[in-house]
């Protein structure tokens, strides 16, 4: 499955982009610095999942989810970020899931199979 990792911090990107590597049937196919690079490589990417930070210049990552509504299907959406007080907020906008960081590959793992299994029709998305 597709990945693209979203974070205004380098060493952030660069963390779970060392942690995707290890996870078998994912690839990290780019990275984006702030939400207008993320809305930018979301339609030209076509990723599966992407790993989405909150706080970013540009647009943040509610405002880059605003963005791509209405067109073609959006990705599955996995929230990394170092803040719990958008969880309610984040699932409802319909994220997979929502990981705090500092992000560990146990819980990435697990995020990104349940990304996988609804992607596959094989676990309904949260409400």
């Known amino acids: 499955m597709s990945v693209?990792?979203?974070?205004?911090?380098?060493?952030?990107?660069?963390?779970?982009a060392r942690l995707l590597s290890a996870i078998e049937g994912f690839e990290r196919v780019g990275e984006a610095r702030d939400g207008l690079e993320?809305?930018?490589?979301?339609?030209?990417?076509?990723?599966?999942?992407?790993?989405?930070?909150?706080?970013?210049?540009?647009?943040?990552?509610f405002q880059v989810l605003n963005e791509l509504a209405g067109g073609d299907s959006l990705p599955a959406v996995i929230f990394v970020t170092a803040y719990d007080e958008y969880a309610l907020e984040a699932f409802e906008v319909h994220a997979i899931d929502y990981i705090l960081k500092p992000v560990?590959?146990?819980?990435?793992r697990r995020a990104l199979g349940r990304a996988e299994r609804i992607l596959h029709g094989q676990q309904s998305p949260p409400d």
């Open 38 to 61: 993320a809305v930018e490589a979301i339609k030209r990417l076509r990723p599966d999942i992407v790993l989405l930070d909150i706080q970013m210049p540009g647009l943040d990552g």
């Open 4 to 16: 693209l990792v979203v974070d205004d911090e380098k060493p952030a990107r660069k963390d779970v």
């Open 104 to 108: 560990e590959e146990k819980r990435l």
